[in-house]
């Protein structure tokens, strides 16, 4: 780098005072500094040599497009039409940041525009532009109940991704910070897998700030009684916020039918391919009172009339409670930004309407169940929970004196992805697996999953 020089060190170490550059870190413990030497290969000498070695590196990988996957959990194999690539690869959505308030109509109305699907998809109002992920989004949905509230305690199921309740946790702070907020796990009923109203009552009080769960819930259950939900939290004062999977909502209600003041969940189903690191989209919606939009720490797009009359305009709104606007006094620090993908969202959601959402779900569910009962169908294999789950459903391997990790490490040498391992997460459900089936799956493709499984469980 043309700025790593000694000459170019050291005019800065003199432009800010300081004799050395240890200087600038003597804040780090000593015992916190590493003195070995690292072993690091030599560099390369070129573009070409550069260009192998990724390709070397790359080549390692083995991808859902050459395997035939059934993972899901949080990231889910589902089919991206041809246009959201399309639309969202074009250089004046790829290369807009920040303009002028005409040169940025254009990607306003598109954010408006995702906006506006979303909150109809989930039956809510006001939509803010997405946070990195679903559980960041939960956990900015916790703090915001918090701050209505004035409480600091919320309860979630003790059934949850332990990953994004890991994120929602960091958004929680540590008990020795002003502020924290503890997360309290209620329980599941083991017949059903749904969440135990009885312990739920039991933890309920005024010291709540709000209700967190999921419909369907991380190991795909659809909650039967989520109007009961919402009313034993609204008693105590509490905000009920509801985690959903959009792909769901074609045939299961919106949170905003049973309820929910807070919906909260991933954007990945809608138009964007599997990735690894980085962001893939987590939504916020509320109804459309100012005591929610006062609490919003995301961008806000608005449409209203211009002084040309007819004329209409988008534009930013409520900028100033966010981290853009007012930096460590805003609202909450919005965090990494995932933007471009709301083109692709909005491409999605524009392309299926309110029909091809009913026919995804359908399909899913279709899938889904056929998965379960031929799985179910296995000699000492069990679907735990096999009915009123949605895409994705647990499978327990007991019985057949084999670990998951052993069942996925056959299934991965015939070419296969297999569920999701939940045995060290919740040891009470054995040697369980959480296995996803959505639109792209095939019947023959489940049959051959049943073939395979047979096998290697024999």
Not at 91 to 106: A, N, R, Y
Not at 166 to 176: H, I, S, W
Not at 290 to 299: D, F, H, K, M, S
Not at 388 to 407: I, L, N, P, Q
């Amino acid at each position: 780098m043309a700025n790593s020089t000694e000459e170019a060190k050291n005019r800065m170490l003199e432009a800010i005072g300081v004799d050395h550059v240890d200087r600038l870190f003597e804040q780090i413990p000593d015992e916190h500094l590493t003195r070995r030497q690292f072993q690091l290969p030599a560099p390369l000498a070129s573009e070409v040599a550069l260009k192998r070695h990724l390709l070397d590196v790359l080549g390692k990988n083995e991808t859902c497009e050459d395997n035939l996957s059934f993972l899901g959990g949080g990231t889910w194999q589902h089919h991206v039409p041809a246009i959201c690539d399309e639309i969202w690869t074009r250089s004046e959505f790829l290369t807009s940041v920040w303009g002028t308030p005409s040169s940025d109509i254009g990607r306003n109305q598109a954010w408006f525009e995702f906006a506006s699907q979303m909150g109809e998809l989930v039956g809510m109002d006001f939509v803010g532009l997405p946070v990195y992920s679903w559980g960041a989004a939960m956990g900015h949905a916790i703090r915001m109940a918090a701050r209505m509230t004035g409480r600091t305690r919320v309860l979630v199921p003790e059934l949850s991704d332990p990953q994004r309740l890991d994120v929602a946790r960091t958004y929680c702070g540590f008990p020795e910070q002003v502020g924290h907020i503890d997360l309290v796990k209620v329980g599941f009923d083991p017949a059903t897998g749904r969440l135990d109203l009885d312990d739920l009552d039991r933890k309920l009080s005024e010291e709540v700030a709000a209700v967190y769960y999921e419909n369907p819930s991380y190991l795909g259950l659809i909650e039967d009684d989520p109007v009961s939900i919402a009313a034993m939290a609204r008693s105590k004062g509490a905000e009920t916020i509801v985690g959903v999977d959009p792909t769901s909502l074609g045939v299961v209600a919106p949170p905003s039918e049973y309820g929910a003041d807070i919906a909260v969940g991933s954007t990945q189903p809608l138009g964007i391919h599997m990735n690894g690191g980085g962001g893939v989209g987590g939504f916020i919606a509320t109804r459309d009172e100012e005591r929610y939009a006062r609490e919003y720490p995301t961008l806000q797009i608005s449409l209203t009339d211009t002084t040309a009359e007819g004329e209409r305009a988008f534009g930013l709104t409520l900028f100033h409670q966010s981290s853009y606007g007012s930096r460590e006094d805003g609202k909450d620090w919005t965090g990494n930004s995932v933007y471009l993908w709301t083109i692709a969202n909005a491409a999605y959601m524009s392309v299926l309407g309110p029909a091809g959402f009913e026919e995804l779900g359908k399909a899913i569910l279709r899938r889904s169940h056929y998965a379960a009962r031929r799985i179910g169908e296995i000699p000492a294999v069990a679907v735990e929970w096999p009915s009123g789950f949605f895409k994705e459903f647990v499978v327990r391997f007991d019985g057949t004196g084999r670990s998951v990790a052993e069942v996925n490490r056959r299934l991965r040498e015939k070419g296969i992805f297999g569920g999701r391992d939940l045995s060290d997460d919740f040891p009470g459900l054995g040697q369980s697996a959480l296995y996803c089936v959505t639109e792209v799956h095939t019947r023959d493709d489940i049959d051959r999953l049943v073939k395979e499984l047979e096998e290697v469980t024999s």
